[in-house]
């Protein structure tokens, strides 16, 4: 051996480390792979051509992938080739291998990774870059998770939220309207309260004034004057008995107890009966009747019907001059009874139309004329409970047409419980 193998022989073995180090090397290397096969993260190594140095098994797992057929293959064209939509996926636009250029750490968390069945998953991921004991950048490791539970979870939340949401919204729009039916409650119970005081007020003090009269001047009253007392004393019982009438009906109403019974009834004489009633003679132009037929059948709630005629005869003849006209009608076509109240009165105010059927509501037209405002509400919710129709045609200084249609008979199911 000459003197050069010798230095050359005698070099390798210095270089060689001593089989305590490769021991305690072999031993290392056993640890980082023990170590990774037991990260439950998905953990691969890549070098600079983006080529897969080192997987471990719960990344191939997680893509369902074996081991040995990843290493030295693009993890780009692998898993990370296409965006969720199915788009592709250029490899110079992905941040893992961006990771190369400028040596910085990525995080992304909305991505997803493809299997080898071509099946995507959410995930998030890290991609570290690897440099060597010289500073020379190497490759990258890449460490990811499966963030499919998360993300459901995340849906279920946000679904919960908006649900729980959408519930506190309902329960304060029904609050807030509850707190509006209690002012309007509050602001009808003032009306009413008002309302009462006036309208009681007025025929007990009329009564009360008559009973003076008929006190004080006994003795030089005719009989006809004690005669006209009277009956001025018994006009003002019966406008307050309309009046605690009408009060009572509409509680029924609202109680949910007023009963709808229908029975056969001739509507002609009907309705020429009700005007031949003393209350509503008026002179110089009386109430005028207009009917084609002479007979006209109906299986109706006689109550019901009297009390809508009766409340709109009563405010025509209210807020329409006595030598204007006013006009009853009566038709019938098909299966429907329709019924007219013409007036040529002062009419109702556009304004006032929208509450028009609302309790103890009166135009803003009517001045000192006596009333309740509790008429037209009635009407229309006697032709509700009837399963009618309920229309007004109004122009101020013209008059009112308020016109009814009925079903000519009831069905049972209208009956109010």
């Known amino acids: 051996m000459t003197n050069d193998d010798q230095s050359a022989d005698l070099a390798r073995q210095r270089s060689r480390p001593s089989p305590l180090v490769e021991q305690e090397l072999e031993q290392l290397r056993r640890q980082h792979q023990l170590i990774l096969n037991a990260v439950g993260e998905g953990v691969y190594g890549l070098d600079l051509d983006g080529n897969v140095t080192f997987v471990n098994p719960a ?10 057929e990843l290493i030295g293959k693009s993890m780009h064209a692998v898993l990370h080739h296409s965006h969720v939509d199915g788009s592709h996926y250029q490899r110079e636009d992905c941040p893992i291998y961006q990771a190369f250029q400028d040596g910085s750490t990525r995080r992304v968390a909305n991505e997803v990774f493809w299997r080898k069945d071509g099946t995507s998953f959410p995930v998030e991921y890290i991609s570290t870059p690897m440099h060597d004991e010289d500073g ?32 506190v919204q309902q329960r304060t729009a029904k609050l807030r309207e509850a707190n509006q039916q209690l ?31 008929l006190n004080r001047y006994e003795t030089q009253l005719s009989g006809a004057d004690k005669a006209d007392y009277l009956l001025a004393i018994n006009d003002n019982v019966e406008r307050m008995t309309q009046m605690i009438d009408d009060i009572l009906v509409i509680g029924k109403i609202e109680a949910k107890v007023l009963e709808v019974s229908p029975q056969p009834l001739e509507l002609v004489t009907f309705c020429q009966a009700l005007l031949a009633e003393r209350e509503y003679q008026r002179s110089p132009a009386p109430i005028k009747f207009h009917c084609r ?69 009166r135009g803003r037209n009517v001045s000192n004329i006596p009333g309740t405002g509790l008429g037209l509400s009635i009407v229309k919710q006697f032709v509700d ?33």
């Not at 025509?316 to 001059?321: C, Q, S, V």
């Not at 098909?334 to 002062?346: T, Y």
């Open 293 to 361: 037929s002479r007979q006209l059948m109906a299986h109706l709630d006689e109550r019901l019907l009297r009390s809508i005629l009766s409340n709109l005869l009563s405010n025509a003849m209210r807020y329409t001059p006595d030598d204007n006209p006013i006009r009853l009608k009566l038709a019938k076509r098909q299966d429907i009874l329709i019924l007219q109240v013409e007036d040529e009165g002062m009419g109702i105010p556009q304004a006032d139309k929208r509450l028009l059927f609302e309790p103890f509501h």
């Open 183 to 213: 002012r309007e409650l509050s602001e009808m119970r003032s009306r009413f309260v008002a309302m009462v005081c006036h309208e009681f007020r007025n025929p007990l003090n009329n009564i009360a004034l008559s009973v003076s009269s």
């Open 385 to 417: 409970l009837q399963q009618g129709t309920l229309q007004v045609v109004s122009k101020v200084g013209q008059g009112s047409t308020f016109t009814v249609r009925l079903p000519l008979r009831l069905t049972p199911s209208v009956s109010v419980p």
């Open 59 to 68: 990344a191939a797992a997680m893509i369902d992938w074996p081991v040995e």
């Open 136 to 167: 020379q950048l190497v490759g990258a490791v890449v460490t990811f998770r499966d963030i499919t539970k998360r993300r459901w979870a995340e849906a279920i939340l946000q679904r919960t939220n908006e649900e729980l949401e959408h519930k």
